[in-house]
């Protein structure tokens, strides 16, 4: 089955310190994974891509296909990075499908 | 260039009546996505289209939902003789051979 799983639903850090929101995914066949990102009281964005291999506002993914694992990594926290966080997984090829998201994790970022 | 847009904003209605939700998608997007999101839940997949016809129908959870596109464009979520465990947020996406961008979303309560 596709699936994906973000085991925290808060994850709550002080400003400066480094983050990692975790993801993992189920799926059979090369995966195409992403983050979006909602802040409050605005609409779900794209964060990023795996296939991309950016940097966005100081975060990176890493695609890791032995542990199943895409984790969303931040080495210094900021307070305006608080917001939720989505890991999704593209069901589908060529670009077009449907989407399969976590739960999200809310970031939580302490003064 | 303007982004996804759907409407209305917000819907308040009584159980076992029927609600339109629409989506205007970004220009020149072949692919139109719906998803809704309840309470405390991640987003979950209803519906796929490709330019009018929809390839991936798997998500509608019961019969009382259908929806329909008119060409590249615009499309309609109906909701018939609604529930209370309709009510959700609605979100409408759009894409082109590249990520899916997503509207604002339609806040459905149905008392």
């Known amino acids: 089955a596709q699936r994906v799983t973000q085991p925290e639903k808060l994850l709550s850090v002080f400003k400066g310190a480094p983050v990692e929101l975790k993801c993992n995914y189920s799926?059979?066949?090369?995966?195409?994974l992403f983050w979006y990102v909602q802040y409050s009281r605005q609409r779900l964005q794209l964060l990023l891509r795996h296939i991309s291999r950016e940097s966005i506002k100081g975060f990176t993914a890493d695609l890791n296909k032995g542990e199943t694992s895409f984790h969303l990594k931040k080495p210094f926290a900021q307070e305006e990075d608080s917001a939720m966080y989505y890991c999704a997984l593209l069901s589908g090829s060529s670009n077009t499908g449907k989407l399969i998201f976590g739960q999200g994790t809310t970031l939580q970022v302490k003064p | 260039g303007a982004g996804v847009s759907q409407s209305p904003s917000n819907k308040v209605t009584e159980k076992g009546k029927d609600v339109e939700l629409r989506c205007d998608p970004i220009?020149?997007?072949?692919?139109l996505y719906w998803y809704r999101q309840r309470l405390g839940q991640g987003l979950e997949f209803l519906i796929y289209f490709q330019g009018n016809s929809a390839p991936d129908k798997s998500g509608l959870p019961s019969d009382r939902f259908s929806a329909e596109r008119t060409g590249e464009s615009v499309s309609t979520l109906t909701i018939q003789r609604t529930q209370q465990e309709d009510s959700a947020v609605y979100l409408c996406?759009?894409?082109?051979?590249?990520?899916?961008?997503f509207g604002p979303g339609t806040r459905l309560t149905v008392l």
């Open positions: 799926y059979s066949g090369s995966p195409e």
């Open positions: 220009s020149g997007h072949t692919a």
């Open positions: 996406a759009s894409s082109h051979l590249g990520p899916q961008f």
